[in-house]
């Protein structure tokens, strides 16, 4: 089984989903016009990574969630992407992946890791691991940013993934650890990897994109070049992730 992703890597307006909802439009369209059957944005892509949680907060259907089952919908495409999400009666909110379907599926992740260096710890709530979920026969698990300095929670899920999507916002000064951890976690597990990351400025910090998709042996398929807004793409097939686990079958020595 196989599926044609697409990384969208964007600016993001601080702070301000309305504009940044509008801006992000035109290139999940595009992304689809170039046959995506999944379509990934950032972590916060529709404000930024904002410890301000009164502000930037949004309810499970709010226009955040909202527009991307509209987007699912209106491409046929699965799409991704991690917002703020405050369910009515928590005490905080949590970073919320969603993974929506153009048949109205809806699978939802809290981050597990909140990054305490910069204080999400504080504001927003962890979650637990889900189970992957199949997307056109391909197993998709989601893990967000931070999450992907734990190479345990990525080797708990290993045997039933395909494809890790890693939504980011991971600041230019430590662009050397994404790109590593992201080819790392590839190669430990055998699997996909995918990581989408911002660019552009974002409250006082600089983002350099670095978005990349990376093969079940560590090869780099395929990644952004330039610090700009752009979509990369990569057919996964989850039948190279079962050839490469069975040509070297490293994970039963665990």
Known sequence: MSLRLALVQHDISWQDATRTIAAVQPLVRAAADQG??????????????????????EPPEGPTATAMKDWAVETGAWVAGSFPEWVPGEDRPTNRFLLVGPQGEDHRYSKTK?????????FYAPGTPINPVSV????????????????????QAAAETD????????????????????????IENQAYVAGVNRVGQGGQLGYSGDTMIVDPLGEVLARAEEPQETIVTATIESERVTHVRQQFPFLADR
């Not at 995506?36 to 907060?57: K, P, Y």
């Not at 909140?114 to 504080?122: H, L, Q, V």
């Not at 494809?163 to 976690?185: K, Q």
């Open 36 to 57: 995506a059957d999944l379509i990934c944005l950032t972590e916060m892509w529709s404000c930024g990574f904002s410890m301000d949680t009164e502000r930037v907060s």
């Open 163 to 186: 494809l890790y999507l890693v939504p980011a916002n991971w600041p230019e000064t430590r662009r050397e650890h994404w790109m590593a951890l992201l080819r790392a976690r590839a």
């Open 114 to 122: 909140p990054f305490s260096f910069a204080g999400e710890d504080r």
């Open 136 to 155: 056109n026969g391909v197993r998709v698990m989601p893990f967000v940013c931070y999450d992907l300095r734990f190479a345990d929670l990525f080797w």
